[in-house]
C-alpha cells in the first residue's frame, strides 16, 4: 500500500517538474473510492476523513421526493499528501 502511495506521488512530482507549477483545477482529483484502494480503507473511513478538510470539491445531489440527497468528494493530490503526512507522524 505505501508502496503504491510512494509510487503515485512520485509520478505525480516528476509530472509536475517537467510542467512547471500546477494550478489547483489542472492537479489530480481522486474520488473516495480511488483513495480508498489506494490506501487498503474503507470508503467510509475516507469520507469521514476527508469530509471536512479545506480543498476537497463537494458535489452535492438534492433531494427528491422520497430520496435523500448525496454528495460526492473529490479530493485533489495536495490534499491527500497532506492528510497522509498527518496521518503518518
Known amino acids: 500500500m505505501r508502496a503504491a502511495i510512494r509510487e503515485a506521488i512520485k509520478h505525480a512530482t516528476e509530472v509536475t517538474e517537467i510542467r512547471g507549477p500546477v494550478q489547483q483545477f489542472e492537479e489530480r482529483h481522486y474520488s473516495v473510492a480511488e483513495v480508498a484502494k489506494l490506501w487498503g480503507v474503507c470508503g467510509n473511513t475516507i469520507r469521514d476523513l ?3 478538510e479545506p480543498g476537497v470539491l463537494k458535489f ?3 433531494v427528491k421526493r422520497g430520496k435523500r440527497g448525496s454528495v460526492s468528494l473529490r479530493i485533489p493530490r495536495s490534499v491527500l499528501e497532506g492528510v497522509h503526512r498527518r ?3
Open 87 to 89: 496521518w503518518q507522524k
Open 60 to 62: 452535492h445531489k438534492p
Open 50 to 52: 476527508f469530509r471536512d
